[in-house]
């Protein structure tokens, strides 16, 4: 098992290296806060079980809608001030 910490844009994060990719563990909510504090709490055997945990489909699918949700009211937001600047910049023009 290789394990590896990284970047997800401003959040630090860690996880298990596959050969597809890398298994997210600081994502889930009672994960530690970094590898360091994972392997010193944990133990490399409590890291298995977080990646194990990850990979139940459940726990997979509820992170994918969070993500998908998030990305959707940010969208939302987005449209909405958008169509706000289009409606200011109508008034202005008349």
């Known amino acids: 098992m290789k394990l590896t910490s990284f970047y997800i844009g401003d959040r630090s994060s860690y996880g298990i290296v596959t050969d597809t990719g890398v298994i ?3 994502c889930l909510p009672d994960a530690p ?24 489909p459940y726990v997979v699918t509820l992170e994918v809608l969070a993500l998908l949700l998030t ?24």
């Open 24 to 26: 997210d563990l600081g």
């Open 71 to 94: 990305a959707a009211l940010i969208g939302a937001v987005a449209v909405a001030q958008g169509a706000e600047v289009n409606k200011k910049e109508d008034s202005d023009d008349a």
């Open 33 to 56: 806060d970094n590898l360091r504090q994972a392997l010193s709490q944990l133990g490399v055997d409590g890291v298995k079980a977080l990646g194990h945990k990850l990979m139940d």
